[in-house]
């Protein structure tokens, strides 16, 4: 295996743009990284292709280096080996992680004789095999759990993994679930129903636990790694179209710098739609585990060739209002949808670090129950200054923890709503300052039918000076 060496702080220069990568370790891909200093790879996509292609190649090479070789790359490498042999050297690379994690429990608790319940820790700067990162090999909720089970349970069902992973995502809804649902609640009793599990509150579904040791290893180590990764049809750049070719771009330009909120139908061809819909639907990437839904990101995980294509055809169609500003941030966010019979809620009302905010919807509408609701609220409010609660930087207006004073800050500023609704293949695109939150939503039951949306996030920087009209212009 040839290794790389990336200095953390050294520039890698692609075409005219540099880039700073926080990585200084020599990766082998056959071995796990066992120093914490070092740290998850951040960078943003350039100006030209060979940016997009060069930084693609890294990400997905670092990727493989902290969360493993997916199953279908491993076979292509090993093809007289069985996925019982993957299991094995999964587990055997765990084993070597599991002293270091034993010390961290150690150290929290001063001993190992209550494992410690945890609430969320979201440090993303850390790798996942250390105890304080975002999407770590060790803690969990149980709906991120149940969603392991659904989404292994699909790719076996589509053959895209042996049948033997069956007995993973088993051991998974019968012998570790049920343990941990009677932790977070003793008088909890966990009832197996299809997929998914009932029985227990809302609230134990989301609370988060550190693994026992031994559930690691009933999970052959496979717990937040990479376990399939999808395959695209080739997005071949130049060619076939990710954007739709005949939207009014013009119009659209014109009508964000009016401080407009942009509902735009039909915004992926649908080869697009479909190819980035599978890899929300196969790649095991969804870490990070919220309240009520998971995330995964494209510096961490999310890799997808229609993604990239989908970027650089924005820049090129929207140039006005893009060109400047390159992709900071993809991610996907997958919804828990356990209670069709009641409406859920989502992410709570925020601000996002960047210039350009595009939501794509990509769940069917079959699935959404009530057509008038599941997508956006965004309110024609920006955030204030540090007067306003002390706030000292932007990030404060991204902290749940701020929430009732940012809706404080709505009421006092009499701000006004608009709603943009779900409906696949719909972008709600704005600046990405304004502060916005999910709607209610009600969906049904199932695998397939989770609410899913990519979110693209352009610029490096935030504008909170322009002035918002309130105004929803619709282009189709």
Known sequence: MTNILISRDEKLTNG????????????????????????????????????????SLIRNYVTRCIRGVPYNEWLLLNPESSASDYFNESLNTTRELLDHYKQQLFEIKGGLDEMPKVSRIDNGDVQPYYLKGRGNFWFTTIHQLEHTVEQIMY??????LPTEFTTFAMHIKYKIVPKIANALQPQCVYFAKSDRSVGCPADVRMRYYMLDPWMIEEMYGLHNKLVYSAVEAPAVFGFAHALNPDLDFEGIQDAYFRGDVLQIDNLLTQTALREIRKVALESTTFYDSK??????????????TWIRKLGRELQERLPRVLKDQPLRQAWFYKYDSEDEDNYQRGIKVHADLARVNLNIWLTPDEANLDKDSGGLLIYDALPGG???????????????????????????????????TNKQNRCAMFNSALLHETDKFKFKDGYLNRRINLTLLFGLDTVVDEKPTGVLTNFE
Request: proline residues 2%; glycine residues 6%; hydrophobic residues 35%.
């Open 16 to 55: 005219n743009t540099s880039y700073i990568h926080r990585i200084d370790a020599c990766f082998d891909l056959n071995r796990p990284i066992l120093d914490p200093s070092k740290g998850r790879a951040y960078f943003a996509m350039g100006s030209n292709d060979q940016d997009f292609n060069s930084l």
């Open 291 to 304: 309240v009520g839904y998971l995330g995964s990101y494209m510096d961490d995980g999310l890799s997808s």
């Open 386 to 420: 540090e007067e306003d609660f002390g706030f000292e930087n932007f990030a404060d207006w991204n902290n749940w923890e701020n929430v009732e004073d940012m809706m404080k800050y709505l009421k006092d500023s009499n701000a006004k709503v608009t709603k943009v």
């Open 155 to 160: 790719l076996v069902d589509k053959d895209l």
